[in-house]
Antibody, heavy 121, light 110 residues
Framework: QAQLVESGGGVVQPGRSLRLSCEASGFTFSTSGMHWVRQAPGKGLEWVAFIQYHGGDERYADSVKGRFTISRDNSKNTVYLQMSSLRVEDTALYHC??????????????WGQGTLVTVSS | QSALTQPASVSGSPGQSITISCTGTSSDVGAYNYVSWYQQHPGRAPKLMIY???NRPSGVSDRFSGSKSGNTASLTISGLQAEDEADYYCNSYRSSGNVVFGGGTKLTVL
């Protein structure tokens, strides 16, 4: 059974950096595209970033482009989200999610429980 | 990146059917059959209910169905049950290669 476990969240000041991790198990991680999706408190879902199974294709939401970087280590079954120049509006629960469509079109068939990032002075 | 448009809330009585709409543009919903729907109960991670507009993952009740016409996709829940009360989100692939979500719809079972 696929399982995704996020870590690395916490309280950080505006302008600082933070790296999130998501460890996968129960499926062949090295053949799966992976996403980060966030949800601000009391708000809806917002897609953040995607990385292809081999790491060669990365995509970002306009709201984070140039500040966030997604990466992966297939030897560790882990996907990362490096967040820099953090803003108050980046405060959210960050979920990693597995891409369930071979065309890599944003079908999230497995989700982690999320890790909370709070950006506050 | 504008979100897809969903009604903020819908409601229905047990046994009834409800439909949630998800309106996008010719660059996302209208351009591809890559619309998915997710159910989220409070404090829980979202769960995939429909993918590729009409397909149900294994284990999802056949009371859930999806459709699309032009730039608008729809999720229909028939035989409404108390356990269906949750937030529902649509998403779509976009021509830019990115993904966009709807704002979410709160379903209340009366």
């Amino acid at each position: 059974q696929a399982q995704l476990v996020e870590s690395g969240g916490g309280v950080v000041q505006p302008g600082r950096s933070l790296r999130l991790s998501c460890e996968a198990s129960g499926f062949t991680f090295s053949t799966s595209g992976m996403h980060w999706v966030r949800q601000a408190p009391g708000k809806g879902l917002e897609w953040v970033a995607f990385i292809q199974y081999h790491g060669g294709d990365e995509r970002y939401a306009d709201s984070v482009k140039g500040r966030f970087t997604i990466s992966r280590d297939n030897s560790k079954n882990t996907v990362y989200l490096q967040m820099s120049s953090l803003r108050v509006e980046d405060t959210a629960l960050y979920h990693c999610a597995r891409e369930g469509n071979t065309r890599q079109v944003g079908t999230f068939d497995n989700w982690g429980q999320g890790t909370l990032v709070t950006v506050s002075s | 990146q504008s979100a897809l448009t969903q009604p903020a809330s819908v409601s229905g009585s047990p046994g009834q059917s409800i439909t949630i709409s998800c309106t996008g543009t010719s660059s996302d919903v209208g351009a591809y059959n890559y619309v998915s729907w997710y159910q989220q109960h409070p404090g829980r991670a979202p769960k995939l209910m429909i993918y590729d507009v009409t397909n149900r993952p294994s284990g999802v009740s056949d009371r859930f169905s999806g459709s699309k016409s032009g730039n608008t996709a729809s999720l229909t829940i028939s035989g409404l049950q108390a356990e269906d009360e949750a937030d529902y989100y649509c998403n779509s692939y976009r021509s830019s290669g990115n993904v966009v979500f709807g704002g979410g719809t709160k379903l209340t079972v009366l």
